[in-house]
């Protein structure tokens, strides 16, 4: 009856209040709602796991086994599925030897070009992999890097050795290590580094295996003297035994990552690189620009390649079409943001003949400048275009409007979300009064009244990567918006450069916090403590017993609530405890209560059920400070390793809300946040700078830029034709800066009716 749509029926994964909802399929479909309504456990949960499941089942329990797992969603039935692809913001991740060019399979295409017409003839396209030994640099086995020893971080150089002059663990006094030293004969050992010559200095560092002529008593007969930079690579980076582990933390701190000085960073042997085409060798091609490449590819005329020729210039011309030209084929993936990952996920998709398939993206928008957010807008309706059906779970306005169908959900978070609360147009969305409808309906305006600059913060002589030799000045005591497409290098002004000139800048980011399966939001915020201490003193017991890490922990589940089965080749299987029936504590912990609640039924809570259910301040004041940030759907005991980066992000930034006179940077704090939430952060973010703090916002979303007292906007695009300041100034001037696309595109929105 429905062969034109997916038909979803009785989903009640998560929140979702037992849905029946019908998507059209061949269209574009925005799954719309407050962050927690429920769009990701009907998009991902329910339609795109029960897809790859079936998927799976069809493969033999040997293939099976090495595929990701899936378990089978709370749904009665999902009828006209198609085979789904999630492209999601997961970052690549990966090793160093992981990089753009071997992940789009760019590279293994340059390679078998170099192979054809390369001169001199180096051998068959393996041997341009810097992953095979016969192609790889044998000094750096293929990495391009090697681990050296900072002089900087290893001596301090107004100390003598007596006094502890090198830093390195094992060397300080007493350490056995400096006994070489100090009885070497060598060195007088109460004069400061400083004042040694330059022939000390090379000896104390450098010098390796030579007999020592007046030592002390104390000396072995038949020891070499050798200098602390051999010994130390010997003895600690070399080697993968107990030293080496015992002290990796602190070897972090003495050791930087160097460009190899036998290849230079190009991970290939001699042989492979005097191969060249039009007077490129392989690896000066990888560490061009994309869109720099295709010209050269472009340039390419030899017969005998033209169909290499022609599948790489459809392939670099993917990835101009995402924005992602500034990207080169050497960069690692490990470097990439989760935007940046996202759409090379869909390049791989983009060359794919298949049709007929379901799309399935998280927040596209992430990570992407106005400006680039059209070019992702195009790619969507390609795929569309092609007969494939596209789901995409999404918050941003401009992505939002290229939808043949919404589905908003709501209409709140958590308990109080799961449902449909409208389906239809855009323009029906507008009218239809619910939250995202307000919003899409609502005139953005700039703040009207801005702070005035407290002082400056300088920076001066800026180069790191794309940065044209910066000198910029971030005011102190308002909110600066940093502005600019991706790539422009906000990012490597903010994080890298101005933590040189301030080190005490506090970064809240969307790094994980300790994220085991045993840290939660009470554990992580410290109430966790105080409500052991509230029932153990309620019932006349030990606060121990309340511990799901301790004695009370149910034995079964170890206290996780939850047991994971490995069924060798087939799926882990993570089930409820059966003891404890998800609760984590042995039967005599659950029967003790606190008003009415065991610990178990606590830790299962919301935090808005929470700032409900207790009374104490110290609880309510970490409580209300979590909601402020928008975080009130998520219960005290789910495990932070569950939590998406930007919920991790507010959780650290609620941590901070009674702080004051810091200087404190946010990386794109929008993330995953739906246009109310928005509004709520930005309350937050005014508060933090009204405790007389200065905070520095790396962002694109439009609404956070209006409420900007300051913008500094790079671009004008992004790699190597970025790295400049375009403006500085209030927003008010920005919008008439002639070179600033994101004047351009603020001066659109604000116009907007």
Not at 158 to 178: D, V, Y
Not at 316 to 331: E, F, P
């Amino acid at each position: 009856m429905h062969d034109n749509h997916i038909h979803v029926s009785g989903a009640r994964e998560r929140n979702l209040k037992d849905i029946d909802v019908l998507i059209p399929k061949k269209e574009i479909t925005v799954f719309t709602g407050v962050s927690g309504s429920g769009k990701s456990s009907l998009a991902f949960d329910t339609i795109a796991a029960e897809s790859q499941r079936e998927l799976n089942e069809t493969y033999t329990s040997f293939i099976r086994h090495r595929m990701p797992h899936y378990g089978k969603p709370d749904v009665d039935t999902i009828e006209n599925l198609s085979v789904a692809f999630i492209i999601n913001q997961k970052r690549l991740g990966g090793n160093a030897r992981s990089t753009v060019g071997t992940i789009t399979d760019i590279y293994s295409l340059l390679r078998l070009l170099f192979s054809r017409i390369g001169k001199p003839f180096a051998g068959y396209s393996d041997v341009f992999s810097f992953n095979n030994p016969i192609g790889m640099c044998s000094c750096c086995q293929g990495l391009g890097k090697i681990e050296a020893v900072d002089i900087e971080q290893l001596l301090d150089k107004n100390k003598s050795l007596n006094e502890g002059a090198i830093l390195f663990p094992t060397f300080e006094p007493g350490g056995w290590r400096l006994t070489r030293y100090i009885h070497s004969g060598f060195f007088d050992n109460d004069k400061k580094i400083k004042d040694y010559s330059a022939e000390e200095l090379e000896l104390l560092l450098y010098t390796d295996g030579i007999k020592v002529k007046t030592p002390s008593p104390e000396w072995h007969k038949t020891a070499l003297f050798e200098g602390l930079i051999p010994r130390i690579e010997r003895s600690f980076l070399k080697k993968e035994d107990g030293e080496k582990v015992k002290y990796s933390k602190e070897i972090e701190r003495f050791v930087i990552k160097q460009d190899c000085p036998h290849c230079h960073g190009t991970r290939l042997n001699d042989k492979v690189l005097s191969c060249k085409v039009n007077g490129k060798n392989i690896a000066e091609c990888s560490d061009m620009q994309i869109n720099e490449l295709l010209d050269f590819i472009q340039s390419v005329g030899a017969p005998v390649a033209a169909t290499v020729v022609s599948e790489l210039v459809n392939r670099l011309k993917h990835m101009v079409s995402i924005g992602l030209d500034y990207l080169s084929l050497s960069r690692e993936t490990s470097t990439l943001s989760g935007g940046e990952s996202q759409r090379i996920k869909m390049v791989c998709q983009l060359g794919s003949s298949l049709t007929d398939l379901t799309y399935i993206f998280d927040e596209p928008s992430i990570g992407l400048h106005p400006h680039d957010i059209s070019k992702i807008n195009d790619l969507m309706k390609l795929l569309r275009d092609k007969g494939n059906t596209v789901l995409i779970v999404e918050h941003d306005p401009d992505i939002i409007k290229i939808a043949d169908h919404i589905i908003d959900m709501g209409p709140g978070a958590g308990t109080h979300g799961g449902e449909i609360v409208y389906q239809g147009s855009i323009q029906g969305l507008k009218a239809s009064g619910t939250l995202t409808g307000r919003y899409l309906a609502y005139s953005p305006e700039l703040k009207p009244d801005i702070r005035a600059p407290r002082g400056w913060l300088s920076i001066h002589n800026a180069t790191m990567h794309n940065l044209k030799n910066l000198f910029v000045e971030i005011p102190k005591g308002v909110m600066t918006v940093v502005t600019g497409v991706a790539g422009s290098g906000k990012s490597t002004l903010i994080n890298g450069v101005l933590p040189r000139f301030y080190p005490d800048t506090i970064f809240i980011d969307q790094k994980g916090i300790q994220a085991s399966k045993r840290s939660n939001i009470a554990t992580f915020t410290g109430i966790f403590d105080i409500i052991r201490k509230l029932f153990a003193k309620r019932n006349g017991v030990s606060a121990s017993l309340f511990s799901f890490n301790s004695q009370g922990a149910c034995p079964v589940c170890k206290g996780l609530g939850v047991t994971y089965t490995d069924l060798a080749f087939m799926d882990t299987f993570v089930t409820i405890c059966e003891e404890c029936h998800g609760n984590r504590y042995t039967k005599e912990v659950l029967t003790y209560q606190l008003r009415g609640k065991n610990i178990g039924e606590i830790l299962k809570m919301t935090v808005s059920e929470a700032l409900e259910f207790f009374q104490e301040r110290e609880i309510l004041t970490i409580l209300q400070r979590l909601s402020d940030v928008g975080i009130t759907y998520i219960s005290l005991g789910q495990p932070l390793s569950t939590l998406s980066g930007g919920e991790l992000q507010r959780i650290k930034l609620a941590s901070e809300l009674e702080n004051g006179g810091q200087v404190y940077v946010m990386d794109e704090p929008s993330t995953g946040l739906h246009m109310a939430d928005i509004k709520q952060l930005i309350g937050v973010m005014n508060r933090l700078v009204e405790q007389n703090s200065t905070l520095i916002v790396i962002e694109h979303n439009l609404d956070i830029i209006c409420q900007a007292d300051w913008v500094i906007d790079l671009g004008p695009y992004a790699g190597q034709n970025g790295g400049k300041i375009l403006f500085s100034g209030v927003p008010e001037d920005l919008i008439n800066c002639k070179d600033s696309l994101t004047g351009k595109h603020l001066k659109k929105y604000i116009k907007r009716i």
